[in-house]
């Protein structure tokens, strides 16, 4: 019965992978506005019912790379000990998420530049970086001194930590030569001394 649900695990996510990678391929090709879902069905050969069970939108299969990255680096945290305080779990977690970071492909930095360039796209990854804050938030909770434990205090580390690696980033993609791994840990030592 496990082996079942992880097969359909596995073809859920690559179903995802495809359409996700047909999006970008498309809107790198022909423009992000020119593409429609029934492109992107085409191209990775579902129907429009597969690509609704999975994706909202193109925008949201266009960025759905960011999404599993952000709920990874919030698997980070969590996986750490739990005895460590939020910003030594976020440090540790922000140290094992470069370690683990992606070669970034001239398909992956033509979706960054759409990313930049569109409203639509925008408007989506905030709403991602928003519904990951929320299980980061929760996370930091635990991880909280009693002394100054507070929802608004977890919500406000969880969004400046995914601020500073969001951040971080567009500083990286205007300056190449920066070293994205260090820039990353930089930014979050910035937040940290607001919050340590």
């Known amino acids: 019965m496990d082996t079942n649900a992880g097969l359909r695990e596995r073809k859920k996510m690559a179903t995802r992978t495809a359409l996700h990678q047909a999006a970008v391929r498309l809107a790198a090709d022909q423009g992000l506005d020119k593409v429609t879902v029934e492109a992107i069905c085409d191209a990775a050969d579902v129907s429009r019912r597969t690509f609704s069970n999975h994706f909202a939108s193109k925008e949201e299969a266009l960025l759905y790379s960011d999404h599993e990255r952000l709920r990874r680096f919030v698997t980070l945290v969590r996986e750490r000990p739990a005895t460590e305080t939020p910003w030594q779990a976020l440090t540790a977690a922000v140290e094992g998420f470069n370690a683990e970071g992606p070669a970034f492909d001239e398909e992956f930095m033509d979706k960054l530049r759409m990313v930049r360039r569109h409203i639509s796209l925008a408007t989506h990854q905030a709403a991602t970086y928003a519904a990951v804050e929320r299980d980061l938030a929760a996370e930091i909770a635990t991880r909280l001194p009693e002394a100054t434990?507070?929802?608004?205090?977890?919500?406000?580390?969880?969004?400046?930590?995914l601020t500073s690696m969001r951040v971080s980033f567009q500083y990286w993609l205007d300056q190449p030569d920066a070293g994205l791994d260090q820039l990353r840990l930089d930014a979050?030592?910035?937040v940290g001394e607001k919050f340590d």
């Open 149 to 161: 434990a507070s929802p608004l205090r977890a919500r406000l580390l969880a969004a400046a930590t």
């Open 188 to 190: 979050l030592g910035i």
